[in-house]
């Protein structure tokens, strides 16, 4: 049987460590840091728990998200396509650190690309 997404990506730690480095970088630029203004720690944490229950699901892991719909969690914060781009951008730069292949980024970014119209209010 052929490797899943996650176990290609290298597994539930591989991901954690990608989501905790994406979480880093977005927090960190100016354009995006208004998202997670007003999130404390804990929010925080919970926040990067539930992603990286997303991911390892959606990728085929052995993890169950148990967090709220796209589309309802991100409505009304008024996400736009730039922000979009500037968030997959850090993704990218992320992947290319951690020596991700061209292939696999481009299976993960197919994946995220499957949920950005919940994600972005205003294209
Ligand atoms: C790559 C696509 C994305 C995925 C997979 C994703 C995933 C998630 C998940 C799993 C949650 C938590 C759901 C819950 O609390 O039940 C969440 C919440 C949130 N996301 Fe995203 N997200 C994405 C893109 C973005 C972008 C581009 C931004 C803004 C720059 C963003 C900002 C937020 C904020 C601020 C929350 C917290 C909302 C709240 O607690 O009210 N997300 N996201």
Redesign the pocket.
């Known amino acids: 049987m052929a490797a899943t997404l996650y176990e290609r990506l290298g597994g539930y730690d591989a991901i954690a460590a990608v989501v905790d480095s994406l979480m880093v970088r ?1 927090g960190d630029d100016r354009r ?1 840091a208004k ?2 203004a007003g ?1 404390g720690d804990d ?1 925080k944490k ?2 990067r728990q ?2 990286v ?3 390892c699901q ?1 990728t085929g892991g052995p993890c169950i ?6 589309l309802v ?2 409505k009304g ?1 008024g ?1 736009d396509g730039i ?2 781009q ?3 951008t850090h ?1 990218i730069g992320v992947l290319d650190s951690f020596n991700v292949s061209d292939e696999l980024q481009k299976e993960v970014l197919r994946l ?1 690309n499957s ?2 119209s919940d ?2 209010e205003k294209p």
């Open positions: 977005l995006l998202y997670f999130h929010s919970r926040l539930l992603q229950d997303m991911i959606a998200y148990l967090g709220r719909d796209m969690v991100h914060l996400i922000d979009w500037t968030a997959i993704l995220l949920i950005k994600v972005v």
